[in-house]
């Protein structure tokens, strides 16, 4: 098939006996074996959030699905949003677009979003009534505190609901929301679960599902209320889900509790064997102190393009991810998420100090 092994910050790479399970006959998914399958992986996803408090929704969309209801279910008045990169800046968007007003609070790429910051926008806008942080910022490979933020929040502004988009965070760093002050906690299962995309993963406070319920227009797919209530009746959802995806995700969670602390173990390792390798051959993007454990950025600082660089990685099968949006060519990204192994990111290190000595000038830029 010539595939080439990703490295790229979603999608992931999918171990071939999760691609099988997807492969399961299809069932019913109003069938009482539908109820056994849904039941089980919420069982298993509380135990990956480490609590049986709140409520666990699964979703047949991309995580951008959840990150616009979960303003609708939850944002009555204003909703600040912390824009540290593209997907923050998208969530923005969304929320707009669906007719919520908005505060906006930039920061320079590369930064991370503080507690300080988020206290300095809700003293100043107290009609604020929800706000969204992205935990791992994808575009920049910013990984803000979130945990300093949600003490901050239970704290100063427990009424204010407090959304976050894990979306490359999850599965590759432990999260405990009951903990963490948190409301709504979203990710889709294309990057550190390692799964084909298809399916979102929440976490809902109870604080949030009460505030839902005084929200009139929550939208009709993305309903915090009819989803609940349906996985309350008979552990199946209101509309049509993939089922596929139910069959990987079941199994696929069998293997991430089997591995335990491990696996954020694994994923700090590989991050720091990453970052040692840009110290010595590249500079750092992201603010020191708070880079990603899943995804590292990298200046280009070698001048070299980096989509001739991919191009020449592709014929020994592999694939890196250029700089997001702005950022094209001038930075470069190695994710190290999912499933992968020290030695497979070890071989990739190599590979691309291989290439950049074996093609040398060629490499270079054209010419404008």
């Known amino acids: 098939m010539n595939h080439k092994r990703l490295f790229i910050p979603g999608p992931s790479e999918v171990r071939p006996e999760i691609l099988q399970a997807m492969a399961t006959p299809q069932i019913g998914h109003r069938s009482k074996e539908y109820t056994n399958l849904h039941t089980r992986c919420v069982e298993k996803l509380q135990t990956f959030f480490g609590t049986k408090e709140g409520n666990i929704l699964i979703w047949t969309c991309s995580s951008s699905g959840i990150m616009e209801g979960a ?30 007003e908005i505060v906006k609070y930039n920061v320079d790429m590369g930064k991370a979003i503080k507690p300080e910051m988020v206290k300095e926008v809700l003293d100043a806008n107290p009609d604020v009534d929800a706000i969204t942080v992205v935990w791992n ?3 920049t490979g910013v990984m803000s505190p979130i945990p300093e933020i949600g003490a901050m929040m239970q704290k100063d502004y427990p009424n204010v609901m407090f959304l976050v988009d894990a979306v490359s965070a999850m599965a590759g760093i432990k999260i405990e929301p009951a903990n963490l002050g948190i409301d709504v906690v979203l990710a889709g299962v294309q990057k550190a679960f390692a799964l084909p995309a298809g399916l979102t993963i929440s976490w809902v406070s109870d604080k949030a599902i009460k505030k839902a319920e005084t929200i ?14 349906r996985q309350k009746k008979n552990m199946q959802t209101p509309s049509t889900p993939s089922v596929a995806h139910m069959f990987a995700l079941d199994k696929q ?28 051959k590249w500079e750092p993007y992201t603010e ?3 880079e990603s454990n899943t995804v590292t950025n990298i200046a280009n600082n070698r001048g070299i393009s980096i989509a001739k660089l991919n191009a020449a990685l592709g014929k020994e099968y592999l694939v890196i991810s250029n700089g997001y949006g702005e950022l094209k060519e001038k930075c470069f990204r190695i994710a190290h998420m999912g499933d992968t192994q020290m030695w497979e990111i070890e071989g990739l290190l190599q590979a691309i100090e291989r290439t950049i000595e074996k093609y040398g000038d060629e490499l270079l830029p054209d010419k404008k």
């Open 137 to 139: 910022e994808t575009s």
């Open 253 to 280: 969670l069998d293997f991430i509790l089997a591995e335990g602390d491990a696996r954020y173990e694994r994923h700090l390792a590989l991050a720091k064997r990453v970052r040692k390798y840009v110290e010595e």
């Open 71 to 100: 303003a609708r279910n939850t944002c009555a008045k204003k909703c600040a949003c912390f824009i540290n990169g593209a997907f923050s800046k998208r969530w923005s968007q969304l929320i707009e677009a669906n007719g919520i």
């Open 216 to 229: 009139k227009f929550r939208g009709g797919y993305i309903d915090f209320i009819a989803q609940l209530a």
């Open 288 to 290: 020191k102190g708070f």
